[in-house]
C-alpha cells in the first residue's frame, strides 16, 4: 500500500512536470511566432513602401503638371481649358491614392497625419481656386472669340476701309489685345487705353448708328477680356502662395523617416530572432536528455502500476459483485413491495366489484326463484295475468344479468394483457370503463359529470390508460369526505387529446403538489397509502410520450389534466417495465 502510495506520488510529480514543459514548449513557439511575424511583415511593409513612393511621385509630377497647365492656359484659349481639367483629374486621383487609397499614409504615424492633413488641405485649396480659375478662363476664351468676330466685323465696314488711320488703329487694338490675353503687361494696358481714344475719337467717321454701335461693342468688349485676364493674373499670383509642393515635401520626408525607423527594428528584431533561435535550440538539447532520462523512470512507473492495476481490478470486480448482488436484492425487495401492494388494492378493487354484482344477481336470483315456485304450484293453464307477472319479473332479470355482463366486460376490458401492446383505443371509453369498475365507490355521495368530445383513436397500451384513469378517479373520491362532484372532461387540442378530471375535494398546497408524483409520497396516514400510484400514473403517461400537471387549491379542489398525442408514443410498445398495479387511494 505504502508503495502505491509513492507510485502515486511520483506519477502526479510526471504530471506536473509535463504540464510545465508543455506550457514553456507553447510559451517559446509564442515568442517565435511573434519574432517572425515582426521579421517577415518587413517584406510586406517595403512593398507597400514602393507603393506609396509612387504614390507620392505621382502627386508631385501631377502637382507639377497641374502648375504648368495653369500657366499655359492662357497660351492655349481653345485647348487650354481641356488640358487642365485633364491636369486637375490627375491631381484628385494622385490625391485620394495617398488620403485613401489602398496603400494609403493615414495612420502610420502621428507626424505622418499632420503632414497628410496639411497636404490634404493645400490641395483642397488649390482645388477650389482652380474651379475658379477655369470659370475665368472659360469667359476669358468666351471674350477673346467675341473679341475676334466684333474686330472682322469692324474690318469690312466701308468707312474703316476708308480711314487708312482708324483701320491701323483697330488692327493694332486686336493685336495688343490679344497680346494682353496672353500675358498681361503695364505696356499692353498703356497702349490698349491710347488705341481705345483715338478709335473712339475717330468715331464720328462711321456712316451710321449700327457701324458706330459695332465699334462701341468691340471696345466694350476688349474692356471685358482685360478685367478678365486681370482676374485670372491675380489667381495665378494666388496659386504661387498655395505651397502644395512643399506639403508633398513634408510628407515624403516624414514617410521616409517612419520607413528607416521600421527598417531600424525589423533589423533588431532579425538579430533577437537569431540569438533566440541558438538559445532555444541549446534548450532543447538539454530538454531531450533530462526526456530521456525520464523516460526510463517512467517505464519502471509503469511496471508498478500495472501491478498496482492488476490488484485494484481484482479489487473492482468483488465491489462490482457485491453491489450487483445489492441491486438484485433491491430489485427483488421492489418486486414485492409492489406485488403486495397490487394485491391488497385488487382486494380492495374486487370487493366493490363484489357488490356491484351481488346486487343485480340478487334480485336476479329472486325472480326466477319465485318462477320456479309459481309454476310448481299450479298444474293447470296459466292465465294471463301470470303470464304477464312471469314477463316483467323475467326482464328484471334480464336485465340485472345485462348489468353483470357489462361489469364483467369492464372487468375484462381493464385487465387484459396488452400492457406492452400499441393499440388504437377511445379515450373516452377507457373513461366509461374505469367508472364502471369504481362505481362503488362513487354511487349515493359523488356525481359525476361526463363532458367528453368527440375523438380520435389513439395508438397507446389500452390497460395502462385504463390503470391510470382508475387511480385518478379513485383518489379524485376519497378526497372528499361526503358528497361532492366528479367532472371529467375530454377534448381535442391540435394534435393532441385531453382528459381532465377535476374534484371538489381538500384540494392540496403547493408543497404537495411539488412531490406528489415522487414515489412513496403520500399525505395518508401509516398503513393507508404507499405513495406509489401517482408515481406509476406520471410515468405510463411519460412513456406514451404525453404530459400530466395537476392544479389544486386548498378547500376548492383538484383537477389532474392528461394530454396525450393522437399518433402515440413509439417507444411505448418497447417498454415493458411498467407495472401492472392498480394503486387506489394514493394521492
Request: contains cysteine; aromatic residues 4%.
Amino acid at each position: 500500500m505504502l508503495r502505491l502510495s509513492v507510485s502515486r506520488r511520483n506519477s502526479q510529480g510526471f504530471a506536473v512536470q509535463r504540464l510545465l514543459a508543455l506550457l514553456a514548449v507553447v510559451l517559446a513557439l509564442t515568442v517565435i511566432a511573434f519574432l517572425l511575424w515582426k521579421t517577415l511583415g518587413n517584406p510586406l511593409e517595403t512593398g507597400l513602401h514602393i507603393i506609396r513612393l509612387e504614390q507620392l511621385d505621382a502627386a508631385e509630377n501631377a502637382d507639377a503638371e497641374l502648375n504648368q497647365q495653369i500657366a499655359r492656359g492662357r497660351l492655349s484659349l481653345d485647348s487650354g481649358l481641356q488640358r487642365i481639367e485633364l491636369a486637375r483629374d490627375r491631381f484628385s486621383a494622385a490625391k485620394e491614392a495617398i488620403s485613401r487609397g489602398q496603400a494609403s499614409l493615414q495612420g502610420l504615424s502621428l507626424q505622418i497625419d499632420s503632414d497628410l492633413t496639411q497636404y490634404d488641405k493645400t490641395a483642397a485649396d488649390k482645388l477650389s481656386q482652380l474651379n475658379e480659375y477655369s470659370a475665368k478662363l472659360a469667359r476669358l476664351a468666351q471674350h477673346f472669340s467675341i473679341m475676334r468676330v466684333a474686330g472682322i466685323s469692324m474690318l469690312n465696314v466701308p468707312a474703316v476701309n476708308r480711314s487708312e488711320s482708324l483701320r491701323e488703329n483697330l488692327m493694332a487694338l486686336l493685336r495688343e489685345a490679344t497680346a494682353y490675353a496672353i500675358q498681361s503687361t503695364p505696356s499692353n494696358a498703356y497702349t490698349l487705353d491710347d488705341l481705345a481714344r483715338n478709335i473712339r475719337a475717330a468715331e464720328d467717321q462711321l456712316d451710321s448708328d449700327s457701324e458706330r454701335g459695332a465699334l462701341r461693342h468691340l471696345l466694350s468688349t476688349v474692356d471685358e477680356l482685360r478685367s478678365t485676364a486681370d482676374q485670372l493674373q491675380a489667381l495665378t499670383v494666388q496659386f504661387d502662395t498655395i505651397a502644395t509642393g512643399t506639403a508633398l515635401y513634408n510628407l515624403r520626408a516624414g514617410y521616409e523617416k517612419h520607413f528607416n525607423n521600421l527598417q531600424a527594428t525589423a533589423k533588431s528584431y532579425r538579430q533577437t530572432l537569431a540569438v533566440y533561435a541558438v538559445a532555444l535550440l541549446l534548450a532543447f538539447g538539454v530538454i531531450a536528455v533530462r526526456l530521456r532520462s525520464s523516460f526510463s523512470a517512467l517505464d519502471r512507473l509503469n511496471s508498478e502500476l500495472q501491478d498496482a492495476n492488476v490488484n485494484l481490478e481484482k479489487i473492482v470486480d468483488k465491489r462490482t459483485q457485491a453491489l450487483s448482488k445489492a441491486l438484485d436484492d433491491l430489485k427483488m425487495q421492489q418486486g414485492q413491495l409492489i406485488q403486495s401492494e397490487k394485491m391488497a388494492s385488487l382486494g380492495q378493487m374486487v370487493a366493490g366489484v363484489a357488490h356491484e354484482i351481488n346486487t343485480p344477481l340478487g334480485y336476479a336470483s329472486s325472480n326466477v326463484e319465485i318462477v320456479r315456485e309459481s309454476l310448481q304450484a299450479t298444474d293447470e293453464e296459466l292465465d294471463a295475468e301470470s303470464i304477464a307477472e312471469f314477463d316483467m319479473l323475467l326482464a328484471d332479470t334480464e336485465f340485472g344479468l345485462k348489468q353483470i355482463a357489462e361489469l364483467v366486460m369492464s372487468l375484462k376490458d381493464f385487465s387484459r394483457v396488452d400492457r406492452s401492446q400499441s393499440q388504437l383505443f377511445d379515450l373516452n371509453e377507457g373513461v366509461d370503463t374505469a367508472l364502471k369498475i369504481c362505481n362503488s365507490e362513487l354511487k349515493d355521495r359523488v356525481k359525476v359529470t361526463r363532458a367528453f368530445a368527440e375523438l380520435p383513436q389513439i395508438s397507446c397500451a389500452p390497460s395502462q390508460l385504463n390503470q391510470v384513469f382508475l387511480n385518478l378517479i379513485t383518489n379524485a373520491a376519497q378526497a372528499m369526505d361526503g358528497e361532492g362532484q366528479i367532472v371529467i372532461r375530454t377534448s381535442l387540442i391540435d394534435d393532441e387529446v385531453e382528459v381532465a378530471i377535476s374534484d371538489t375535494g381538500s384540494g392540496m398546497d403547493e408543497e404537495t403538489q411539488a412531490h406528489i408524483f415522487e414515489p412513496f409520497f403520500t399525505t395518508k396516514p401509516i398503513g393507508k397509502g404507499t405513495g406509489l400510484g401517482l408515481s406509476i400514473v406520471f410515468r405510463i403517461i411519460e412513456d406514451h410520450g404525453g404530459s400530466i400537471r395537476v392544479e389544486s387549491e386548498i378547500g376548492k379542489g383538484t383537477e389532474f389534466i392528461i394530454r396525450l398525442p393522437v399518433g402515440g408514443n413509439s417507444s411505448n410498445a418497447d417498454r415493458q417495465s411498467t407495472p401492472d398495479v392498480v394503486v387506489l387511494g394514493d394521492a
